[in-house]
Nanobody, 121 residues
Framework: QVQLVESGGGLAQPGGSLRLSCTAS????????IGWSRQTPGKERESVAF???????DYPDSVKGRFTISRDNAKKVVFLQMDSLQSEDTAVYYC???????????????WGQGTQVTVSV
């Protein structure tokens, strides 16, 4: 199977920064899109950033210019640098990845267990 393990969450003050990491392990032939979503109680999970194998990135307007996603393909790690944090960024952040487990074309989507990010004075 495939595991995604997040780290780097915690408490930050408004205007501060945090850096999340997500490491993939297990039966992985290749990782296509890898990214981050977040969820707060009572709301649907929303995507905050993704990056393709070729380094193409995408962000919603709510985080554009403040969040930066990057990946290390060799180490199977994705990072989310979050700057100028706002209280609205408080959520559980989940890493996800589209993984091919063999040379076939079937791609599976995996999720991490989530890491809490709290932005508060």
């Amino acid at each position: 199977q495939v595991q995604l393990v997040e780290s780097g969450g915690g408490l930050a003050q408004p205007g501060g920064s945090l850096r999340l990491s997500c490491t993939a392990s297990g039966r992985i032939f290749s990782i296509n899109v890898i990214g981050w979503s977040r969820q707060t109680p009572g709301k649907e999970r929303e995507s905050v950033a993704f990056i393709t194998t070729n380094g193409i990135t995408d962000y919603p307007d709510s985080v554009k210019g403040r969040f930066t996603i990057s990946r290390d393909n060799a180490k199977k790690v994705v990072f989310l640098q979050m700057d100028s944090l706002q209280s609205e960024d408080t959520a559980v952040y989940y890493c996800y990845a589209g993984v091919r487990r063999s040379t076939g074309n079937i791609e599976y989507k995996y999720w991490g267990q989530g890491t809490q990010v709290t932005v508060s004075v």
